[in-house]
Nanobody, 123 residues
Framework: QVQLVESGGGLVQAGGSLRLACVVS????????MGWFRQAPGKEREFVAA????????WYGDSAKGRFTIAADSVKNTVYLQMNRLEPGDTAVYYC????????????????WGQGTQVTVTS
């Protein structure tokens, strides 16, 4: 099993920044692919960004391009999501996920999920 623990969420004004962190532990070889998703009330879970430990290549969903950056620190076993120029539309619970699937933007590629961290952006 792989355990994921997120932190770093909070309340921020529009235009501000937050950095989310996801600490990975357990059988981490089962989770080469690491991703961030978010879910706002009444909406489906949405792909934000992903990265692979093996290649360190990032992928971004449309809402994240140009504003968010994903990074993986293999020494600390931690994946980060730096979020800049936040907007009220970014308000959601952000989830860290790990898996071994081929398609980075789909839920079925991920087998392990964190408990989520709330991000609230005020106007």
């Amino acid at each position: 099993q792989v355990q994921l623990v997120e932190s770093g969420g909070g309340l921020v004004q529009a235009g501000g920044s937050l950095r989310l962190a996801c600490v990975v532990s357990g059988r981490t070889f089962n989770a080469d692919l690491m991703g961030w998703f978010r879910q706002a009330p009444g909406k489906e879970r949405e792909f934000v960004a992903a990265i692979r430990w093996s290649s360190n290549s990032p992928w971004y969903g449309d809402s994240a391009k140009g504003r968010f950056t994903i990074a993986a620190d293999s020494v600390k076993n931690t994946v980060y999501l730096q979020m800049n120029r936040l907007e009220p539309g970014d308000t959601a619970v952000y989830y860290c996920a790990g898996g071994s699937g081929d398609y980075v933007g789909v839920l079925r590629s991920y087998d392990f999920w964190g408990q989520g961290t709330q991000v609230t952006v005020t106007s």
